[in-house]
């Protein structure tokens, strides 16, 4: 039920010639939100890479409500909306102040370096389990 | 029912750490298709903004069934899902050979120079027809 | 001679296959650095923007003495190299921890809106000034 | 004395907020170049790799005369500016039609797998001096 939370300033880059962030550089705060995640739940992502475990994204999906543009500053929330003994879904919340410009999710699976699906381990999935959404939140 | 096809060779900048495609490349291959299809029928994006019709996304989603890597050449195919007055939903399929590596959607919504809501001009209406999706097609 | 110093913690998307960062993060970390600048400097740069004076790169360069990866925090460091009265030249230190693992400059105009070269501001070069690097300084 | 020539329509994704192209753009442009030169000469730089000898970047510099917009297509041409037992400098130019808009060069070490500097290959020393810029050139 907690939930992640991470600021970020917009970088010039991102946006594009319609003057707002390219649509793309959302997965990238995403990411930012999720590796967040992991490091607070006590698994920074580096080190479950080093120790055997990757999360390619085998899903994503964003819904933009409003854009941003350079000189804003962004909230990234992230919670886990499904915890699975294979796989984890992560849900996102993208705001400009108060307001909610975007919402999102990736699922992942669990797989070893070579990228063969494995399962999540016990410490991790326990480790997780405290950001799962539970059903009346959204 | 008729798709736009077109083929891109991987960049190495387009690669991550876990030796494959960044999932967030699939949104720019998306848009290499959905602008090639603009410009096989007949509206080149660039002219489309220029004459006042811009095409922010306010949808994305993909689906990735497996991964690219440098030294792959992706095919991108790309439909129409779905042509409103005041809206358009491609959808993509990204192949490796003959294989599905990835199937995505983008819903736009059209728009002024300001970012505000329009309807889409009836010859552009009329030129993407060909490309929408029969109800018995995927 | 005084710089401006901000951290900034390896974006997993910036690595590549090689297993670490790609070398074009460096510019997108220099352009970090340099906003930062003239933001501290009282001068943020969509303000900049807004007002109509816009700094267009017309030079860049680097020296990459060792890599970043994800999981490394860098920070940025930047100076002013050369200011005149139509152009300015920033330099930047890329460090990890204690090491300089980095080192380049960027070259920009003074430019209006559509990119046709101007004057600095006045009162934009007198805040820019004490930043310039003294000539016993690298 | 040969140069590899390679074409590119910009990408959406690559233009900003000021309406051109973003600067680092140019360095995905060089390494597209170099990664033609490379498969041209014989040596894909996927087999390069797989092979043991890696190019990472430690020097590149580029200097731009005008700018790139997205539907414009750029013509990429990549030498080779200097060769060595251990090191290799390409140079490039980015066109627009037959004007120059940028040139800039990448300088790399040949290195193995954990980035260690080793000499290069006998057979792609060969392989390239066919490439290698006159000093009557530029």
């Known amino acids: 039920m907690k939930a992640h939370t991470i600021e970020q300033a917009v970088r010039y880059?991102?946006?594009d010639r319609m003057k707002v962030v390219h649509h793309s550089t959302y997965l990238l705060w995403f990411e930012i939100g999720r590796m967040g995640l992991l490091a607070a739940a006590g698994f920074p992502y580096d080190q479950?890479?080093?120790s055997g475990t990757l999360f390619p994204v085998v899903v994503f999906?964003?819904?933009l409500n409003d854009s941003a543009?350079?000189?804003d500053t962004v909230t990234i929330e992230t919670r886990i909306a499904n915890l699975r003994s294979r796989s984890v879904e992560f849900s996102y919340k993208i705001l400009k102040g108060a307001k909610v410009i975007a919402t999102g999710m990736t699922r992942h699976i669990a797989?070893?370096?070579s990228l063969k699906a494995k399962r999540l381990p016990d410490d991790l999935l326990g480790a997780?389990?405290?950001y799962v959404v539970a059903n009346s939140e959204s």
Chains 1, 2, 3, 4 share one sequence.
Do not use: N
Request: aromatic content about 6%.
């Open 69 to 71: 543009d350079f000189g």
């Open 13 to 15: 880059a991102e946006t």
């Open 61 to 63: 999906a964003c819904r």
């Open 111 to 113: 797989a070893d370096a």
């Open 128 to 130: 997780l389990a405290v």
């Open 48 to 50: 479950l890479e080093a």
